[in-house]
Nanobody, 120 residues
Framework: QVQLVESGGGLVQAGGSLRLSCVVS????????MGWYRQAPEKERELVAA???????SYADSVKGRFTISRDNAKNTVYLQMNSLKPEDTAVYYC??????????????WGQGTQVTVSS
């Protein structure tokens, strides 16, 4: 059993900042890729940022230069620092992790989502 608990969402004015956190707990052997996705009303879920086990990162073009993803392996936590927020960043943000079990199988897990609302 693996649990993901997200925090840090909220309401912020355009130009402001928020920091999302996602703590992973439970039956973890190896956490590989960690990422943040978002889903706005009536839109498909999209990848915002991802970080590999070696700390390589990738970002959606729409957030490059504004968002930074990082991870603390000792705490099984992934962060998303969001700066210069825009109204179009408004969405539910979901944490996703790829975990390898002690039997060598790979699994994908999702958090419950945290709402980010950016007012103009």
């Amino acid at each position: 059993q693996v649990q993901l608990v997200e925090s840090g969402g909220g309401l912020v004015q355009a130009g402001g900042s928020l920091r999302l956190s996602c703590v992973v707990s439970g039956s973890i052997f190896t956490i590989n890729r960690m990422g943040w996705y978002r889903q706005a009303p009536e839109k498909e879920r999209e990848l915002v940022a991802a970080i590999g086990s070696g700390s390589s990162t990738s970002y959606a073009d729409s957030v490059k230069g504004r968002f930074t993803i990082s991870r603390d392996n000792a705490k099984n936590t992934v962060y998303l620092q969001m700066n210069s927020l825009k109204p179009e960043d408004t969405a539910v943000y979901y944490c996703n992790v790829m975990i390898t079990s002690n039997l060598g199988r790979n699994y994908s897990y999702w958090g419950q989502g945290t709402q980010v609302t950016v007012s103009s």
